[in-house]
């Protein structure tokens, strides 16, 4: 059974930082190509950052390029979204994804709550 947890949420103010942490278990780490979405209050999930299986190759939505950093550690089976000059606009659930990289499979996970104050 496919697991992924996140961790790391919390409330921040304007400018400060956080990491976010997502664990998976019960799948081969390396088969998946790994993201972090997010959803703002009262709006769709939508993309903030992606990184390949093997860490090479990672892509960011320009709303937080220069801020985030999205990267992995495939021996522990987790996946990092470093988190910069957070701004209130920023306040979301965050969910973290795998997505295998040569077939359909898809996880999420039960995401975590960042909230940034002005």
């Known amino acids: 059974q496919v697991q992924l947890a996140e961790t790391g949420g919390g409330l921040v103010q304007t400018g400060d930082s956080l990491r976010l942490s997502c664990a998976a278990s019960?799948?081969?780490?390396?088969?998946?190509?790994m993201g972090w979405y997010r959803q703002a209050p009262g709006k769709e999930r939508a993309f903030a950052a992606t990184?390949?299986?093997?860490?090479?190759?990672?892509s960011y939505d320009e709303s937080v390029k220069g801020r985030f950093t999205i990267s992995r550690d495939n021996a522990k089976n987790t996946a990092y979204l470093q988190m910069n000059s957070l701004r209130p606009e920023d306040t979301a659930i965050y969910y973290c994804?795998?997505?295998?990289?040569?077939?359909?499979?898809?996880?999420w996970g039960q995401g975590t709550q960042v909230t940034v104050s002005s």
């Open positions: 994804n795998v997505r295998r990289w040569f077939g359909p499979a898809d996880y």
């Open positions: 990184i390949t299986w093997s860490g090479g190759g990672t």
């Open positions: 019960g799948l081969t780490f390396t088969n998946y190509n």
